[in-house]
């Protein structure tokens, strides 16, 4: 137990150092990337938005490749792991937490310049930002949720009245759909044989409202949705390994 939780904490720094790049950059494709793959990528991603020289580009490669080594690491403490951690642990993990992002911090700190670091904190603090209200759905209620995800559409489609009329009415019905789907997995637990009928239903409203999205926008709008929907697809498979 001891050396798993060594191990975690190790992990801690890939935690936090994840935050301070700003994390995923655009999120893997579908295919597989290995963690040196993903790793040119969030460099390449640095490098555009703090415009990296080449000794920085090689001091983040280096710190990249660290974070990679630790998450092996804990993705191996967890495999082996069968105990939870005491609230001893749990407190000592949280100091471990804090003194890793400090330390992160630092590292980061001493390889930008200091109108380069003023970037990388506002990127690191909007990436927190969102991640919070990721989890925590913002405190928003669906028709809140709804107006924002319309106003976002509205701006990167440059939809008319009439669509954003059309749009809002499958939003919303979309909405109720989810509603009712918590509902229904509240009040009991669903059967295998409930969970694929679930699926195909899920796969047909899928596509029926892609249909919908299709018959609403012209072509190239149309374009665009698909690759913002691709994209946010991609988001989430990305997000739930993250958590595996």
């Not at 019905?173 to 509240?186: E, V, Y």
């Given at each position: 137990?001891?050396?798993?939780?060594?191990?975690?904490?190790?992990?801690?720094?890939i935690?936090?150092?994840?935050?301070?790049?700003?994390?995923?950059?655009g999120?893997?494709?579908?295919?597989?990337?290995t963690?040196?793959?993903?790793?040119?990528?969030?460099?390449?991603?640095?490098?555009?938005?703090l415009?990296?020289?080449?000794?920085q580009?090689?001091?983040?490669?280096?710190?990249?490749?660290?974070?990679?080594?630790?998450?092996e690491?804990?993705?191996?403490?967890?495999?082996?792991?069968?105990?939870?951690?005491?609230?001893?642990?749990?407190?000592?993990f949280?100091?471990?937490?804090?003194?890793?992002?400090?330390?992160?911090?630092?590292?980061?700190?001493?390889?930008?310049?200091?109108?380069?670091?003023?970037k990388?904190?506002?990127?690191?603090?909007?990436?927190?930002?969102?991640?919070?209200?990721?989890?925590?759905?913002?405190?928003?209620?669906?028709?809140?949720?709804?107006?924002?995800?319309?106003?976002?559409?509205?701006?990167?489609?440059?939809?008319n009245?009439?669509?954003?009329?059309?749009?809002?009415?499958?939003?919303?019905?979309?909405?109720?759909?989810?509603?009712?789907?918590?509902?229904?997995r509240?009040d009991?637990?669903?059967?295998?044989?409930?969970?694929?009928?679930?699926?195909?239903?899920?796969?047909?409203?899928?596509?029926?409202?892609?249909?919908?999205?299709?018959?609403?926008?012209?072509?190239?709008?149309?374009?665009?949705?698909?690759?913002?929907?691709?994209?946010?697809?991609?988001?989430?498979?990305?997000?739930?390994?993250?958590?595996?």
């Amino acid at each position: 137990m001891k050396k798993i939780f060594i191990a975690v904490l190790l992990f801690v720094g890939i935690v936090s150092f994840a935050q301070d790049i700003n994390q995923k950059t655009g999120k893997d494709q579908k295919e597989k990337l290995t963690p040196e793959q993903r790793n040119e990528k969030h460099l390449q991603k640095l490098t555009s938005e703090l415009n990296l020289d080449k000794k920085q580009q090689e001091q983040f490669k280096q710190l990249l490749a660290e974070r990679s080594a630790k998450a092996e690491k804990f993705r191996d403490a967890r495999k082996d792991s069968k105990t939870k951690p005491t609230a001893e642990e749990r407190e000592a993990f949280k100091k471990q937490m804090e003194a890793e992002k400090t330390a992160n911090d630092a590292k980061v700190k001493a390889i930008l310049n200091a109108d380069q670091y003023t970037k990388w904190t506002a990127l690191k603090k909007d990436h927190d930002h969102k991640g919070k209200n990721h989890h925590r759905g913002d405190f928003k209620t669906p028709q809140e949720r709804d107006a924002a995800h319309l106003q976002k559409l509205t701006t990167e489609l440059n939809l008319n009245a009439d669509q954003q009329k059309k749009v809002s009415e499958l939003l919303s019905d979309r909405s109720t759909k989810m509603a009712m789907l918590k509902k229904s997995r509240k009040d009991t637990k669903p059967t295998d044989a409930e969970k694929d009928a679930m699926k195909k239903q899920m796969e047909e409203d899928h596509k029926a409202n892609d249909a919908k999205m299709k018959a609403i926008l012209n072509a190239d709008q149309y374009k665009k949705w698909t690759a913002i929907q691709k994209e946010h697809k991609d988001k989430m498979k990305d997000h739930r390994k993250d958590k595996m």
